[in-house]
């Protein structure tokens, strides 16, 4: 089954303390990021990665890291957590349909609730 | 920044209604898509409209996208109860910055039986 995998679903940890929060894909998708969902604000993209070793930042990178060591995994990185990082995280990954311009459709994991306290 | 914002924040309807949202963005688009999330879960996509298309169907949805405007809306035809959710417009820009989705806050609707 196709899809987008996201460890753990729930987070509780301190301020400061480095967590990780994994993402993995099986669709062989070139394209992942991470967004975070505030409520009142949607989703607002912290990283993407157009392919492996290529990350770059999207709108709220502040206070996060990422990887792209392998196609498949994109994993998020709070090298020192802060109370306003508590949130809603989603990976997606995505793929590219149609001739230029092309489309992207993206697949979305089930979500990381962490709370930073 | 969002690009897209949806119009009505909230919306209650009866089963058997229809729903109808809106989303307006700010800047030139390659396509607009919208998306559903189930309660604190993960959104799924539901239909994708690209810039040079006016009008698209699939089963019980009707999108509609005016790019005079930067407008689109969404309508779900007779809807049913599994139809609560909340619904986010995305937008797709332009080729410069292909793949990064900009999303709206979201319509949360809740369809009563």
């Known amino acids: 089954e196709a899809q987008v995998t996201q460890n753990p679903r729930y987070l509780i940890t301190v301020t400061g303390k480095k967590l990780t929060v994994t993402c993995s894909q099986n669709?062989?998708?070139?394209?992942m990021s991470w967004y975070r969902q505030d409520p009142g604000l949607g989703l607002r993209q912290i990283y993407y990665s157009m392919n492996v070793e290529v990350t770059d930042k999207g709108d709220v990178p502040e206070g996060y890291k990422v990887s792209r060591k392998e196609k498949r995994n994109f994993p998020l990185i709070l090298e020192s957590p802060s109370p306003n990082q508590t949130s809603l995280y989603f990976c997606?990954?995505?793929?590219?349909?149609?001739?230029?311009?092309?489309?992207?459709?993206?697949?979305f994991g089930q979500g990381t609730r962490l709370t930073v306290v | 920044s969002q690009q897209g914002e949806e119009d009505p924040q909230a919306l209650s309807i009866q089963e058997g209604e229809n729903a109808t949202m809106n989303c307006s963005y700010k800047t030139s688009i390659n396509n607009l898509q919208w998306y559903r999330q189930n309660s604190g879960r993960g959104l799924v996509h539901l239909i994708l409209i690209r810039s040079n298309e006016r009008e698209k169907h699939s089963g019980r949805l009707r999108v509609t996208l005016d790019t005079s405007k930067k407008s689109s809306s969404l309508l779900i035809t007779a809807s049913r109860a599994a139809d609560t959710a909340s619904y986010f417009c995305?937008?797709?820009?332009?080729?410069?910055?292909?793949?990064?989705?900009?999303f709206g806050a979201g319509t949360q609707v809740v369809v009563t039986p």
């Open positions: 997606a990954s995505s793929r590219t349909t149609g001739t230029a311009p092309l489309n992207t459709e993206a697949f």
């Open positions: 995305a937008t797709d820009g332009t080729t410069d910055s292909w793949g990064k989705l900009q």
């Open positions: 669709m062989n998708h070139e394209y």
